[in-house]
């Protein structure tokens, strides 16, 4: 059974920062492309961020590019997403996800998501 656990999220003012973790088991994490997805109230959920399986490439949304850093560290078996300069809009639930389709939108699996709010 394969586990995604995020963490990290809260409640943060605009121009801040947070940092989540998706702590993975189950399977081979070095093995597979990791990706930050995120949903906002009332809208469906959109891709924000994909990392090869040895994280020698990333791939940003262009709504989060130059602010948000994707990151793992396959000893240790997590996916880091650094955010900064975070806006209102950045508000939504986000969600790790594994799986070479990532950037596709299709993932072999999904956590159940860490709640980031940016207040104004």
């Known amino acids: 059974q394969v586990q995604l656990v995020e963490s990290g999220g809260g409640l943060v003012q605009a121009g801040g920062s947070l940092r989540l973790s998706c702590a993975a088991s189950?399977?081979?994490?070095?093995?597979?492309?990791m990706g930050w997805f995120r949903q906002a109230p009332g809208k469906e959920r959109e891709f924000a961020a994909a990392?090869?399986?040895?994280?020698?490439?990333?791939y940003y949304a262009d709504s989060v590019k130059g602010r948000f850093t994707i990151s793992r560290d396959n000893a240790k078996n997590t996916l880091y997403l650094q955010m900064n300069s975070l806006r209102p809009e950045d508000t939504a639930v986000y969600y790790c996800?594994?799986?070479?389709?990532?950037?596709?939108?299709?993932?072999?699996?999904w956590g159940q998501g860490t709640q980031v709010t940016v207040s104004s």
């Open positions: 996800a594994s799986g070479n389709s990532v950037l596709l939108g299709v993932a072999d699996y």
């Open positions: 189950g399977r081979t994490f070095s093995s597979y492309a």
């Open positions: 990392i090869s399986w040895n994280g020698g490439r990333t």
